[in-house]
């Protein structure tokens, strides 16, 4: 399938998988993350619940602090 991860378009060789299975391929490992999906944000704990299908704008965005 193709989607738009992060602002580029991306092929996955699945037909479907869960916003968390993609975190996991595409090892977005930061502790913090926020994600959204066709412009909704997805809670943490949903993201097992969220089927990513052909076509998806998917943003995963990492926030990271420093001094």
């Keep these: 399938m193709k989607i738009i991860l992060n602002h580029k378009e991306e092929t996955i060789d699945a037909d479907t998988l869960t916003?968390?299975?993609l975190i996991r391929l595409k090892?977005?490992?930061f502790r913090i993350l926020v994600t959204k999906v066709n412009g909704r944000v997805v809670k943490a704990e949903d993201r097992d619940n969220i089927?990513?299908?052909d076509g998806d704008n998917v943003?995963?965005?990492h926030l990271i602090s420093g001094g």
Aim: proline letters at 0%; aromatic letters at 16%.
């Design 51 to 53: 089927w990513i299908k």
């Design 59 to 61: 943003e995963v965005i």
């Design 27 to 29: 090892k977005f490992t």
């Design 19 to 21: 916003l968390a299975e």
